[in-house]
């Protein structure tokens, strides 16, 4: 079986899987940087700063990488595109002092999630994201210093604890993180922005070559080939399809949310796009790759398990379990687990969805049988509510969840 590169995967692999939601495929991107667009790549505008002008977080990038972004007393600063054109819009990183001269421009492809452009880099693979301040589904997509800051200090983090984590685990490294320095401000939340430099070698690396399918392209249409079998079909072939699913994709995925919250406290959200399937050559499934570290972070298992956080700033720390039930029922469980049901029970009828649940159920209260302590008993979900800021409230759905224990 042939597997598209990734970029194209990212870009064109997606038709008819956004639709967890009425806000799902929502944008206000203009088209020519949607990542559906025909455009093969545009230009991202590159600012020339002075070093004392911004803030610069590190989670050991390579020198050849940090090179590209940080010299000796300024570094480039990468502005999205719409941003510079949008008439009103904040374009300027200085909150209003006169906007440098754009130094040059770097030549990349829009992902899946729009504000993270992979950059046609042969030499070094690495993606930014970028601040993006229009909606993209039910936000607009800041990167805000604080935002960028925390992002970093996970991914060294978790570097750091990565022998906590088992083999088949995986993640994309935020390295480098650049805001623009806010001296005073009347805001009750800091919006200076910037961006992250993502590295896209898996980590922990390998020599090996190995190919990326984001998750939603297993069970995803093609824009221009609708007619293209699922890649998920390709992967199982003559394999037992419900031991396929569950040993190499669902309870994987399980095992690594559970670790990251038992270990760290960590509330990742694997969801169709977040979650990369690694192959190898063979086109066997190797490990499972997460990437956006911008996690919620529960600040009671942190208490719990005596791990200090003093090196976290105060961006997304929880006290309660809402979010918690969002992340793993709803991103992981509904949005992405079963889609790959649905995908499966079309080909294989026999199949039922407890055949599913109920293996992923028991490998969460294996791993983490004090769930009690720390997951609500419904399913949460957003609100159409929004708070100062404009983000969606929570609430109570009432419905009992599928993907862990259901305690009546």
């Given amino acids: 079986m042939l597997i598209p590169h990734l970029y194209y995967l990212e870009r064109y692999r997606n038709k008819g899987t956004r639709t967890y939601s009425t806000h799902a495929s929502f944008t206000e991107a203009v088209d020519c940087y949607r990542p559906d667009s025909d455009r093969e790549q545009f230009e991202l505008p590159v600012l020339t700063l002075p070093k004392d002008k911004v803030n610069i977080y590190l989670a050991n990038p390579t020198q050849a990488l940090a090179n590209k972004f940080i010299g000796s007393s300024e570094v480039n600063f990468c502005i999205h ?43 070094i693979p690495h993606a930014v994201k970028v601040h993006f301040p229009f909606k993209v589904s039910r936000y607009t997509r800041k990167m805000r210093d604080e935002v960028i800051e925390q992002a970093v200090n996970v991914s060294l983090e978790l ?7 088992g083999d088949d685990f995986a993640y994309l490294r935020e390295v480098i993180g650049i805001s623009y320095k806010q001296e005073q401000t009347l805001d009750q939340r800091g919006e200076n922005w910037g961006y992250v430099v993502r590295d896209m070698r898996p980590f922990p690396y390998v020599a ?27 992967l199982i072939a003559e394999q037992n399809p419900l031991d396929f699913v569950l040993h190499n994709i669902m309870l994987p995925i399980v095992r690594h949310w559970v670790d990251c919250f038992r270990h760290f406290g960590y509330i990742i959200e694997p969801h169709g796009q977040n979650v990369l399937i690694e192959l190898d050559q063979s086109n066997a499934i ?4 997460h990437r956006d570290l911008s996690v919620g972070i529960d600040m009671r298992r942190r208490r719990d398990i005596g791990l200090s956080s003093d090196k976290l700033n105060q961006y997304n720390r929880m006290e309660n379990s809402a979010f918690h039930s969002i992340a793993y029922d709803r991103f992981m469980g509904n949005h992405f687990f079963t889609r790959l049901v649905e995908c499966c029970i079309a080909k294989f009828p026999y199949l039922a969805k407890e055949d599913f649940t109920i293996p992923c159920q028991r490998e969460f209260a294996r791993r983490l ?33 599928e993907w862990r224990p259901c305690d009546e």
């Fill in 208 to 234: 090996e070559a190995r190919k990326l399918i984001p998750g939603f392209a297993l069970f995803g249409e093609d824009f221009y080939q609708p007619d293209t079998p699922p890649i998920l079909y390709g």
């Fill in 286 to 289: 190797t490990r499972i790759v």
């Fill in 369 to 401: 049988p004090e769930y009690r302590n720390y997951f609500p008993k419904n399913i949460w979900y957003f609100s159409e509510e929004r708070d100062p800021f404009n983000k969606p409230l929570y609430e109570d759905t009432g419905v009992v969840p």
């Fill in 81 to 123: 595109p719409q941003v510079l054109e949008a008439p009103g819009a904040d374009t300027s990183p200085l909150r209003g002092e006169a906007l440098p001269q754009q130094n040059s421009s770097i030549s990349v492809v829009p992902s899946s999630s729009t504000r993270t452009l992979f950059v046609l880099d042969d030499e």
């Fill in 159 to 165: 570097e750091n604890g990565i022998d906590q984590m």
